[in-house]
Every structure is written in structure tokens, then in C-alpha cells.
């Protein structure tokens, strides 16, 4: 079982950053693969990025050479660097951790959610 709480969302104007991060529980939190989605108002949850227990990363199109994921395994915590953002950004932002992201683009794939945190991009 692993719980995740995210943090770090808020407003931010049109080319600023905003880090997100991740905490969650339990001992076994490195030998998890662990996502960021979003979901904006009226769209589905949509990936971001993945950072598998090896180091591996994957970025959807919309955020590549923007956003950075990154994980922290003595300290339980994956993080979210978001630059130069955009209004398009907007969204609630949530933490996933799956057993193996096979398929890391699916939210089916994952197995625990955190409970989101939003960010406003402002024009």
C-alpha cells in the first residue's frame, strides 16, 4: 500500500515555473514506477511523466523540454520541475505510483493516486 500526497501547485503567470512534489508512504516507494497526470476541467486525466525505479523518464509531446520528473528514493519523493509555462497548463496535477509502467501513458496502469493539486497558469 503506498499513499501520495502531493504539493507545491498554485498560480503562475505565462512563462514561469512551479515545482511539484510527491511524498508517500511506505518502504517499498523504490521499487515503484511513479507518473504525474493532469486533468483539466471537462478533459480526461492525461500523462505527463514518468520516472520508472531505474531512472528512466518519458514526457508527453505538450511537455517535453519544459517539464522535468525527478525522484528522490532515500526520501520518499518525486518531483515535478514545470518551466516556461503555458495557460494550456492549467490543470489539476496528480501523483501515480504503479507496480511496473508498462504502459506509463495509461491511467489504468496505475496503481495508487494522490488526491491532486492544481495549478493556474495566468495569461
Known amino acids: 500500500q503506498v499513499q501520495l500526497v502531493e504539493s507545491g501547485g498554485g498560480l503562475a503567470q505565462a512563462g514561469g515555473s512551479l515545482r511539484l512534489s510527491c511524498a508517500a508512504s511506505?518502504?517499498?516507494?523504490?521499487?515503484?514506477?511513479m507518473g504525474w497526470f493532469r486533468q483539466a476541467p471537462g478533459k480526461e486525466r492525461q500523462f505527463v511523466a514518468v520516472?520508472?525505479?531505474?531512472?528512466?523518464?518519458n514526457y508527453a509531446d505538450a511537455v517535453k523540454d519544459r517539464f522535468t520528473i525527478s525522484r528522490d528514493n532515500a526520501k520518499n519523493m518525486v518531483f515535478l520541475q514545470m518551466n516556461s509555462l503555458k495557460p494550456e497548463d492549467t490543470a489539476i496535477y496528480y501523483c501515480?505510483?504503479?507496480?511496473?509502467?508498462?504502459?506509463?501513458?495509461?491511467?489504468?496502469?496505475?496503481?495508487?493516486w494522490g488526491q491532486g493539486t492544481q495549478v493556474t497558469v495566468s495569461s
Open positions: 501515480a505510483a504503479a507496480y511496473s509502467a508498462l504502459y506509463y501513458y495509461r491511467v489504468g496502469n496505475y496503481d495508487y
Open positions: 511506505g518502504r517499498t516507494f523504490s521499487t515503484y514506477d
Open positions: 520516472i520508472r525505479r531505474g531512472g528512466s523518464t
